[in-house]
């Protein structure tokens, strides 16, 4: 008797803001799909953090198709929040990496949270 597992999927959901945005490396030859570079930053909370730990931001790419509308919203400093499918890498420097296909991007400003 065989049992059914469910699928895992790897989700992510990151709010942070641009450092830039670049052409998508992979679909070069394809215009208004972009890479969001942002560097993640990971805080301490209560119960999830040792001091033995070096905690040191995470470079990600978020890969997303934009409109050009879309696009000129998505600025250096723009505050954003992205939900996607991700795989990880080692850099050549021996860092981690996050590479997001995002599903879902919304850019927020200060007006969203008053």
């Known amino acids: 008797m065989s049992s059914s597992l469910p699928k895992l999927t790897n ?4 709010r942070d803001f641009v450092d830039t945005v670049l052409p998508d490396r992979t679909r070069s030859e394809t215009p208004n799909y972009v890479e969001i570079h942002t560097d993640i930053n990971i805080f301490q909370e209560d119960d999830f ?3 033995g730990i070096t905690v040191e931001p995470i470079h990600a ?4 198709y934009l409109t050009q509308s879309d696009l000129d919203l998505f600025t250096t400093n ?3 929040y992205a939900d996607g499918k991700f795989s990880t890498a080692i850099t050549s420097d021996n860092k ?3 590479i997001i296909q995002a599903l879902s991007l919304q850019r927020y400003s200060l007006f969203n949270f008053l």
């Open 11 to 14: 989700a992510i959901h990151i």
């Open 96 to 98: 981690l990496e996050i």
């Open 61 to 64: 790419y978020i890969r997303t």
């Open 78 to 80: 723009a505050f954003f």
């Open 49 to 51: 953090y040792d001091l």
